[in-house]
């Protein structure tokens, strides 16, 4: 059995994992890389892939699946929550790209039609392998994949996060003896600050901004961070006005469909009815000149109405900008969180308001990737991905170290037998 790391080898963006085994070949993600340009994975023809595995509904894992949907295409395999976000994701993407696009409104449509879903801790028969979904805790719907089939047992775990949030539980499984693991690697040589003390500051925070007459704007990913921000403000009973806008209302609504994924839905929809929801450019221009927390994607600033927010309040020394999500090196958010610019009609521009991190990190950090494979049982190959070069050299090198198991940091397009 062959593994190739197709993408994500060395860079945080457009995950992909191919196995070829005896008589099927099996893809495990297809994400993209929205920098200056698109970044896709290693090419693979669609005539071989059998079926498809997608751990969760971000871009750098699903943006380019529907490639494989231009003339037929495999099934493709995920939880239904899965399903409806990556509808979602993508459908903004084709909307919102500046970029050309080798894929159209109707092969997503295709997709949707070949997927079939599975609900977390069920098996299911894929050609010659046996395959479990086991949440992740990353983002609702998010799952960790385990493969037996051929005598060999394989883990991926997608994007994982063993830490309880106020939106989701925590990833918490073992899967016994393995041959193979591909892991993540984000936040592989760092740990995360106790959520409960990011949790506090930012709402301690939110409070010194808007008490002083600002706006607070804090830019969240459209799909778990900006549910989360709102339940993390409910639950310390955050005394002033709340906005939400842009596609995180559409996630609410499909969330609330599907409360078996949320740690606690009661607390879920408590947060969300205490957001006033923006739906118009009037609200808009209102609401920039009003004491208040904004929270509205895209998390990176790539788009959507946060584009818009970040150009008004950063012209305010009474403002702040909250960054609470990863920012990818050559995204406006990265920018602004390292050189303090935004883009103001067309021109960077030296930012006034106050610019401040939170690490609501939706990924395990260094001491919870070392317990995952302090768990790992047998003598597998393990191989890091999604991690930018130094986390995933890193990483491998200290497992080797520790645990004594075979470790690499793949580079785009290496293969492995096992």
């Not at 305010?316 to 999500?325: F, G």
Request: hydrophobic content about 40%.
């Amino acid at each position: 059995m062959e593994v190739r790391v197709l993408g994500s080898a060395r860079e945080v963006g457009r995950s992909a994992v191919l196995l070829k085994g005896r008589n099927a070949n099996l893809l495990l993600d297809f994400g993209v890389l929205v920098q200056k340009e698109i970044g896709f994975p290693v090419h693979v023809q669609p005539k071989d892939v059998d079926a498809i595995l997608l751990s969760h509904a971000h871009l750098d894992h699903s943006g380019a699946l529907p490639l494989f949907y231009l003339s037929n295409g495999p099934r493709t395999y995920t939880t239904p929550l899965t399903l409806e976000l990556t509808r979602l994701l993508i459908e903004d993407f084709l909307r919102i790209s500046g970029f050309y696009l080798p894929f159209e409104y109707l092969d997503l449509l295709e997709m949707m039609k070949k997927t079939i879903t599975i609900r977390p801790d069920h098996r299911v028969k894929i050609f010659d392998f046996e395959v479990t979904f086991y949440d992740a805790g990353h983002i609702p719907g998010s799952t960790s994949i385990l493969l037996e089939g051929e005598g060999k047992r394989i883990l991926y775990t997608g994007d994982i996060n063993d830490e309880d949030t106020q939106l989701l539980r925590g990833a918490d499984y073992e899967v016994g003896e393995l041959d193979l693991l591909i892991t993540e690697s984000t936040y592989a040589t760092e740990d995360h600050p106790p959520r409960k003390e990011v949790e506090e500051s930012f709402v301690e925070y939110a409070k010194e901004v808007v008490e002083h007459g600002g706006t607070l704007f804090v830019p969240a990913f459209s799909v778990g961070r900006a549910q989360e921000i709102a339940c993390v403000l409910s639950s310390h009973n955050f005394p002033y006005q709340i906005y939400m806008d842009g596609m995180a209302l559409k996630t609410n609504e499909i969330l609330f469909r599907y409360p078996e994924y949320l740690r606690d839905p009661r607390a879920f929809r408590k947060a969300i009815n205490n957001v006033e929801v923006v739906t118009s450019w009037k609200q808009r221009k209102r609401i920039i000149n009003t004491p208040s927390v904004i929270i509205s994607p895209a998390g990176m600033l790539v788009g959507g109405a946060a584009v818009f927010y970040n150009q008004q309040i950063a012209q305010r020394e009474r403002n702040a900008i909250a960054i609470v999500a990863y920012q990818v090196q050559g995204t406006p958010g990265r920018t602004l969180l390292e050189k303090g610019l935004a883009l103001v009609n067309g021109r960077p521009t030296k930012v006034k308001a106050e610019i401040k991190r939170f690490d609501f990190s939706s990924h395990s950090g260094k001491t919870g990737l070392m317990n995952l494979i302090r768990k790992v049982r047998g003598n597998p190959k393990i191989l890091m991905v999604h991690g930018e070069e130094e986390s995933c050299i890193s990483f491998a090198k200290a497992v080797k170290e520790d645990f004594g198991f075979e470790a690499y940091a793949p580079r785009p397009g290496e293969a492995f037998q096992i």
